[in-house]
């Protein structure tokens, strides 16, 4: 039978280059994000590409209905969902004390909230069924504190950190979960979050189709954590042995712009 994949924040950046994946190995999709047009457009290509079949959620997952709205959906359409890919998430730049705080409280309710909830509204039916994978995209943010962007790196230590208590507990049913871990990656991710121009992203950044690759292998192999990228996987490692303070400080110059 055909596997289904449910995927978050498709309609551009690493979400887009997942559906693309996914229809290639031969999944039908759900579609979700904002921006329906987006969506509708991909849907056409993957269908004239591969055959995939998508429903379209066009729904902003900040609405703390959107989960149930999207598990009725699913449910009315008969669809089972094999595969649930949380990859929608976005970053807020500046001072805590500054920022836009409904942004500060969307942020967490869309990182956290909805992942956390769609989560638990997938999974008994996967286990139930001895299978199915949960993809959660966290950041190599979530290995440190980060000044700048203190709610966004919270954020993603709270996927990371709940990733991987939940694969703990998931062993033996079946069903695995995997938390991606990509470093900065070329999206309109930076755009949104207004940090063009920091030194995080002068040292240059991956291509969302090789993340979306490593996680995909990842996922398949019922990896708990991946970390997209050597020169990531080495910096996050690093992270460990340096004192916490050093890192929260290594991890402000990298959020403030400048070249050197
Ligand atoms: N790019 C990076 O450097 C980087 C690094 C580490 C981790 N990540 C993580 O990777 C994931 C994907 O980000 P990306 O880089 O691909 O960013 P992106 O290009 O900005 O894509 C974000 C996706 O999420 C969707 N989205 C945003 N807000 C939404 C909302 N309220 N409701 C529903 N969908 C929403 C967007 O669609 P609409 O706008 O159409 O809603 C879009 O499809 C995020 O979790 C991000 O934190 C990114």
Redesign the pocket.
């Known amino acids: 039978m055909t596997k289904t994949a449910l995927i ?9 280059e997942f559906a693309r994946i996914f229809a290639r190995e031969g999944h039908n999709l759900v579609l ?4 329906g047009d ?2 509708r457009q991909l849907a056409s290509e993957l269908e004239k590409a591969h055959g995939a079949r998508s429903l379209i959620l066009a ?4 609405e703390p209905g ?1 989960p149930a709205y999207l598990l009725d959906q699913t449910t009315r359409a008969d669809i089972q969902v094999d595969v649930l890919v949380n ?5 807020q730049f500046g001072f805590f004390a500054e920022n836009d705080l409904e942004v500060c409280l ?1 942020q967490i309710q ?2 956290v909230t909805t992942l956390t909830h769609l989560t638990r509204l997938y999974l008994p039916a996967m286990i139930e069924r001895k299978t199915g994978r949960i993809l959660n ?5 979530a290995f440190q504190a980060g000044p700048l962007m203190a709610v ?1 790196y919270a954020t ?1 230590a709270y996927v990371l950190l709940f990733s991987e208590a939940i694969a703990n507990e998931l062993q033996g049913t079946g069903v695995t979960v995997t938390c991606l ?12 979050a207004k940090i063009t121009g920091i030194r995080l ?1 002068k040292y240059g ?1 991956m291509d ?1 189709r090789t ?1 979306a690759e490593d996680g995909y292998r990842a996922l398949m192999a019922g990896k708990p954590v991946a970390i997209s990228g050597f020169k990531n996987w080495l910096v996050a490692q690093s992270v460990r042995f340096a004192p916490r303070q050093m890192a929260t400080a290594i991890g402000r110059r990298l959020q403030e712009t400048g070249s050197e």
């Open positions: 978050t924040g498709a309609s551009g950046g690493i979400g887009l979700v994000a904002r921006s987006r969506l729904s902003d997952l900040t959107s990859n929608a998430g976005f970053g969307q869309l990182n995209v966290a950041s190599t943010a966004y993603k871990c990509p470093g900065p990656t070329a999206t309109e991710f930076q755009k949104r992203f950044s969302a993340v």
